[in-house]
């Protein structure tokens, strides 16, 4: 079965620190990850996502993420954090046979000036 | 260009009321799919549409739940006989096609709460 862990509940940052948001994953085949950020009352925001090739992807405000195929990992960074960042972000993966999203618990990422 | 749109944002009821709850996806896009997300809880797919046909409602907890697509653009989702448990935000998304590489959307979410 597909899954998704996020293990940390929460991030703490400072402003202008790099910040690293971590998420493993089990899949049966190759794996299809997104990452999505949910601002207080509204709905998930597509930040990025790995299908193949480079196994580092960039996404929205200066996002990025690092697939690791033998670490089964797909962790989400930014060089600089800004407090506007702070926000609760969902890592998801699909396969080829699956036509729904798994999503991971989510983790809440605070920056403080 | 216009995002996924979904009303009411907010839905009041009492236990044992029928509820239904609209999503408008993205002009053209032909996958529509809505999900629970429980407090502290990461999103929970619930059923996905490719036209106006069910393609899989497998996430659909019992037979209070039911949604429809009749015309391939605007879903309802419609719950029987509410119970306390049903409180969530519920959430609709769309893509372009159904293809497992495409980018689902997501809508604002309905918070549905019963009392």
């Known amino acids: 079965a597909q899954s998704v862990a996020q293990p940390e509940d929460q991030v703490n940052v400072a402003e202008g620190n790099p910040l690293t948001v971590k998420c493993t994953y089990s899949v049966s085949g190759n794996p299809y990850l997104f990452w999505y950020v949910q601002y207080p009352n509204r709905g998930l925001q597509f930040l990025l996502k790995?299908?193949?090739?480079?196994?580092l992807v960039k996404g929205s405000y200066g996002f990025e993420a690092e697939f690791n195929k033998s670490q089964t990992s797909f962790h989400l960074k930014k060089p600089s954090a800004l407090v506007s960042d702070s926000a609760l972000y969902f890592c998801?993966?699909?396969?080829?046979?699956?036509?729904?999203?798994?999503f991971g618990t989510g983790t809440r990422l605070q920056v403080f000036p | 260009g216009a995002g996924v749109s979904q009303t009411p944002s907010n839905k009041v009821t009492e236990k044992g009321k029928y509820v239904e709850l609209r999503c408008d996806p993205i002009?053209?896009?032909?996958?529509l799919y809505w999900y629970r997300q429980s407090l502290g809880q990461g999103p929970e797919f619930l059923i996905y549409f490719q036209g106006t046909g069910a393609a899989d409602d497998s996430g659909l907890p019992n037979d209070r739940f039911f949604a429809v697509r009749p015309e391939g653009s605007v879903s309802t989702l419609k719950i029987q006989r509410t119970e306390r448990g049903d409180s969530a935000v519920y959430l609709c998304a769309s893509s372009l096609l159904a293809a497992s590489t495409d980018t689902q959307y997501f809508g604002p979410g309905t918070r549905l709460t019963v009392l």
């Open positions: 998801a993966v699909r396969d080829r046979n699956t036509d729904k999203l798994i």
């Open positions: 002009s053209g896009h032909t996958a």
């Open positions: 790995y299908i193949t090739g480079d196994n």
